[in-house]
């Protein structure tokens, strides 16, 4: 069973920085990516950044490019988003995923999610 464990969320001042972290288990295939989507209250989620696991790439929503970075330890299954200069409208709740290809297809996983507060 695919877990995913998200921590390092909190509140922090305009300009500041935060990282989260995301401990994925349970993942038996060599193909697979993890992420970070957020969702700000009444807005939809969107995605912020991830990282291909199998061949290192990355993806960073516009609006982080920058400011964001995603790295990846191997040895401890864990995939890091680096967050400088945040703004208060990085305001949200930041849900870890991970997309999973089992051969047949992509499967989709949720870790919970952490709040990230950027007072102004």
């Known amino acids: 069973e695919v877990q995913l464990q998200a921590s390092g969320g909190g509140l922090v001042q305009t300009g500041e920085s935060l990282s989260l972290s995301c401990a994925a288990s349970?993942?038996?295939?060599?193909?697979?990516?993890i992420g970070w989507f957020r969702q700000a209250p009444g807005k939809g989620r969107e995605a912020v950044s991830c990282?291909?696991?199998?061949?290192?790439?990355?993806y960073y929503a516009d609006s982080v490019k920058g400011r964001f970075t995603i790295s990846g330890d191997d040895a401890k299954n864990t995939v890091y988003l680096q967050m400088n200069n945040l703004q208060p409208e990085d305001t949200a709740v930041y849900f870890c995923?991970?997309?999973?290809?089992?051969?047949?297809?992509?499967?989709?996983?949720w870790g919970q999610g952490t709040l990230v507060t950027v007072s102004s």
């Open positions: 995923n991970a997309e999973v290809n089992d051969g047949q297809g992509w499967d989709d996983y």
């Open positions: 990282i291909s696991r199998s061949d290192g790439t990355t």
């Open positions: 349970g993942i038996t295939f060599d193909d697979y990516a």
